[in-house]
């Protein structure tokens, strides 16, 4: 089945520092990679996603570029900020068959989730 | 426009009782998703509709939980003789459902504590 392995927190940089998030998945065919962001006390929002190979997606500084050879999709930000602070989400969507109906559906698969502590 | 929105925010409930959680997707998304989310077990899919019907429930844990979608619309996730193991965040959330690469925006949860 699918997965989604990303690297374990939590991580914790000062305010400007570069940020690489690490993320790998296990999927057949082409599926769709997402990065949500949970902020404290909110819920899961989309931070950015790409729908196939070599697609970068962008959003409030930060990118994500889909590998396809080495099956990753790592999170990166130039300078965090202190509103940065989140927990990040590596996903994926593929069309899953039921086995009750054969309809398909894409429910997403999610990575454990990296804890990130920006300070000033 | 409006989000999704999910009622009650908390629920604490004892052993045993039966819950229900409330989930109001975005207006005009046909398909809606249950998650879990809990420390163990990170984030994890529960159940999947279509419209008011329900193509994959692979994910639902064990027999005494189940989930319905009125109107195309509203959906309850019910959890019956809650054990201490189903205390978690349930998410919901919904999304256009035509492609894998549509968005789907979450609601707030629901905090279920079983004591």
Same mark, same amino acid.
């Given at each position: 089945?699918? $997965? &989604? ?31 949500? &962001? ?41 300078? &965090?900020? &202190?509103?940065? $602070?989140? #927990? ?29 502590? #920006?300070?000033? | ?20 959680? =409330? ?45 319905? =979608? ?10 019956? =003789? ?34």
């Amino acid at each position: 089945g699918n $997965s &989604v392995t990303q690297m374990e927190g939590p991580v914790t940089l000062s305010e400007e520092a570069f940020l690489t998030i690490n993320c790998t998945y296990t999927a057949t065919g082409y599926p769709s990679l997402f990065w949500y &962001v949970q902020y404290p006390g909110e819920g899961l929002q989309l931070l950015l996603k790409a729908t196939k190979a070599d697609d970068k997606g962008s959003n409030k500084g930060f990118e994500a570029t889909y590998r396809k050879e080495t099956t990753s999709f790592h999170l990166e930000k130039g300078s &965090v900020q &202190v509103s940065d $602070s989140a #927990v990040y989400f590596c996903a994926l969507t593929q069309r899953q068959s039921s086995t009750y109906s054969g309809a398909g559906s894409y429910q997403l698969t999610f990575g454990k989730g990296t804890k990130l502590s #920006v300070i000033p | 426009g409006a989000g999704v929105s999910q009622s009650p925010s908390n629920k604490v409930t004892e052993k045993g009782k039966d819950v229900e959680l =409330r989930c109001d997707p975005i207006s005009g998304h046909t398909a809606l998703y249950w998650y879990r989310q809990s420390l163990g077990q990170g984030l994890e899919f529960l159940i999947y509709f279509q419209g008011n019907s329900a193509p994959d429930k692979s994910g639902l844990p064990s027999d005494r939980f189940s989930a319905e =979608r009125t109107g195309g619309s509203v959906s309850t996730l019910t959890i019956q =003789r809650t054990q201490q193991e189903d205390s978690a965040v349930y998410l919901c959330a919904s999304s256009f459902g035509l492609a894998g690469s549509d968005t789907q925006y979450f609601g707030p949860g629901t905090r279920l504590t079983v004591l």
